[in-house]
């Protein structure tokens, strides 16, 4: 098993993070684990955590991370689900410890079992209430295990389970998300479902069941991110043109979703980022 570590200091404290791809059996539904450590003097450090195109599971094994966002009040959560949402979120936290689990929409579905629609609803949603009762005693068998590579194989075997007991996604749904995926978003909605022989209806019910958002919220996700990743490369391209790659009508399209999306303009994110890729400042 083949993990990065990252190490970094600095007024921000000590931070390290170790990055491990799952097990390839799990592709598709298992994008990476991200151990994580941030240790600071005190001081209290927020973070812009922006939407994503995929679901996020934190499992804690320190302090609680004060988690909100513009619709939410900051409040205390230990392990938790945050779903796709077209909203994004501001973390505060002093000490963090844990790992992060990035999935596909599809398969958290898997793994959870429930309507992402109605995990949608909600900015983040406490782990038990996806995983029971047993969720616990899995972030307390990752937390005593010898350490990341070890923890990582443990999700390897526990998400593999799951894994093999679940239905599978339904076939037009993984198709539909696939082809949103390929085209970064651009392609309508229209057309989608005429590239599947359904209607905007049906394609809409089978989101909400297996996805979470509706389709178009959902390549609006995915253009999003696209557009994120073009200004983390910082290839200098003019945001006009990272605008009109990325499938927006011009710039001031793009302005308006990172505001609703990421809660800041283009230029303040990038100016924004913390070194190392450990996130987003928040004023």
Same mark, same amino acid.
């Given at each position: 098993? /083949?993990?990065?570590?990252? #190490? ?16 390839? #059996?799990?592709?598709?539904? *298992? ?64 000490? =963090? ?12 579905h898997m793994l959870f079992g429930v309507s ?7 900015? @983040? @949603? ?24 070890? !923890? ?27 082809? =949103? ?9 229209g057309d989608l479902a005429c590239e599947l ?5 049906? =394609?809409?019910? !089978? ?10 919220t959902a390549a609006r996700l995915v253009r999003?991110?696209?557009? @994120? ?29 990172? !505001? /609703? ?12 980022? =913390?070194?190392?890729?450990?996130? *987003?400042?928040?004023?």
């Amino acid at each position: 098993m /083949e993990s990065s570590v990252i #190490r970094h200091e600095s007024e921000l404290g000590r931070l390290e993070r170790v990055e491990c791809r799952a097990d390839p #059996r799990l592709y598709g539904i *298992v994008h990476r684990y991200c151990g994580y450590f941030h240790e600071t003097d005190g001081q209290v450090v927020r973070r812009r955590e922006i939407a994503q195109a995929q679901v996020t599971i934190i499992l804690g094994f320190g302090p609680p991370l004060r988690v909100g966002g513009s619709r939410f009040e900051l409040a205390e959560q230990h392990s938790f689900v945050a779903p796709l949402s077209d909203s994004y979120a501001i973390t505060e936290h002093q000490a =963090l410890h844990g790992i992060q689990i990035d999935l596909s929409p599809l398969g958290a579905h898997m793994l959870f079992g429930v309507s992402m629609h109605e995990l949608s609803q909600h900015l @983040v @949603v406490p782990l038990e209430d996806v995983l029971g009762r047993g969720a616990r005693e899995l972030v307390g068998r990752l937390y005593d295990a010898p350490g990341w590579e070890a !923890r990582f194989a443990l999700l390897d075997r526990y998400i593999g389970r799951r894994a093999q007991e679940a239905r599978r996604p339904s076939p037009d749904v993984a198709r539909a998300w696939q082809r =949103l995926i390929d085209t970064g978003g651009r392609l309508r909605i229209g057309d989608l479902a005429c590239e599947l022989g359904c209607s905007r209806r049906h =394609l809409a019910a !089978r989101f909400a069941e297996q996805i979470g958002p509706p389709p178009k919220t959902a390549a609006r996700l995915v253009r999003f991110r696209q557009a @994120v990743r073009r200004l983390e490369r910082d290839d200098g391209s003019r945001f006009a043109e990272i605008a009109q790659d990325c499938g927006y009508y011009d710039q001031a399209h793009l302005n308006r979703d990172f !505001r /609703e999306l990421g809660g800041t303009t283009p230029g303040e994110l990038i100016a924004s980022m =913390l070194p190392e890729g450990f996130g *987003v400042a928040a004023e």
